[in-house]
């Protein structure tokens, strides 16, 4: 497994989220860290990304290029 060159507080600032909510994503996902520094494997930083990103555009909604809208 390949390291991902990021740590719980670049991708807290990145995503310009609290800490705390990328340490309860790590719970959640079941992911080992000892503090915010700690960088991440690259399938578990993957797995945090992917889980903020759907929490910041759903499926099912508009995003800024129109994927989701109906053709009538």
Known sequence: MGFADLSIAEIAAD????????????????????????????EDAKAIISQISSEICPKGTSDSMGDDREVT
């Open 15 to 42: 995503y310009s989220i609290p800490v705390e909510k990328v340490f309860s994503l790590c719970n959640q996902l079941g992911i080992a860290y000892k503090h915010q520094k700690t960088r991440l494997a690259l």
